[in-house]
């Protein structure tokens, strides 16, 4: 199956520091990404849809300017989490949809703390 | 709005028994997909299917799309203590964009040898 590879796979930082995720397709093109965030014992919440050489569509509630997302390529997009607090402490995921786009593929997660 | 209801919550059985667990949804979808996420990791598509009625399976796992729509099943036969981690059904309405999967809230299954 398509391959979605996500990195780091863990951050700590300091609070009001600014971190950056990425998430590239290793073996296909996505013109699509999408960024969930998970809480503990909790399902996948779909954050944002990352669009490749175009803005980004937000989620309702999810902080545009908190969430940085940019999408330059074929292959590769990123979540910068800017500001970081410990409530967005939170293990990320982003996937992409593999060919014939029915399919999404998730990359292995960022755990995220913020000190 | 879509709700999809993902039931058991957890199960804890014995090595060599068989599973099942199901997810239910409020409204008709067009896509069921089963993933399974082990701790610290993404999930990992287990199955897709796109067809009322369709049944398919992967090894010792096999999925149904239900006949109505709105449900789906997903059976693991002969468990085995590799098979642990939480189970995710996803649904895709008609209308649906790419991302607009609705996830069920997980079964967590443990596997005692």
């Known amino acids: 199956g398509a391959v979605v590879s996500q990195h780091p796979s863990r951050v700590i930082c300091k609070s009001g520091t600014s971190v950056k995720i990425e998430c590239r397709s290793l073996?296909?093109?996505?013109?699509?990404m999408f960024w969930y965030r998970q809480f503990p014992k909790q399902s996948l919440m779909l954050m944002a849809t990352?669009?490749?050489?175009?803005?980004?569509?937000?989620e309702q509630g999810v902080e545009k300017d908190k969430f940085l997302i940019n999408h330059a390529s074929l292959t590769l997009s990123t979540l910068t989490v800017t500001s970081a607090h410990p409530e967005d402490s939170s293990f990320y995921i982003c996937?992409?949809?593999?060919?014939?786009?029915?399919?999404?593929?998730f990359g292995s997660g960022t755990q995220l703390s913020v000190l | 709005g879509q709700q999809l209801n993902q039931s058991p919550q957890s199960m804890f059985i014995q090595e060599g028994e068989d599973v099942s667990m199901n997810c239910t949804s409020s409204?008709?979808?067009?896509?069921w997909l089963w993933y399974k996420q082990e701790p610290g990791e993404g999930p990992v598509l287990l199955i897709a299917l796109y067809k009322a009625g369709e049944l398919t399976s992967n090894g010792r796992l096999t999925a149904q799309f239900g006949i109505t729509r709105k449900d789906s099943f997903l059976n693991i036969s002969a468990s085995i203590p590799s098979d642990v981690g939480i189970y995710f059904c996803a649904g895709r309405g008609y209308g649906g964009s790419q991302g607009n999967l609705i996830f069920g809230k997980g079964t967590k299954l443990s596997v005692k040898p």
């Open positions: 990352s669009n490749e050489g175009s803005k980004a569509t937000y």
């Open positions: 409204s008709i979808f067009n896509t």
């Open positions: 073996d296909f093109q996505a013109t699509t």
């Open positions: 996937s992409a949809p593999g060919r014939g786009l029915e399919k999404l593929f």
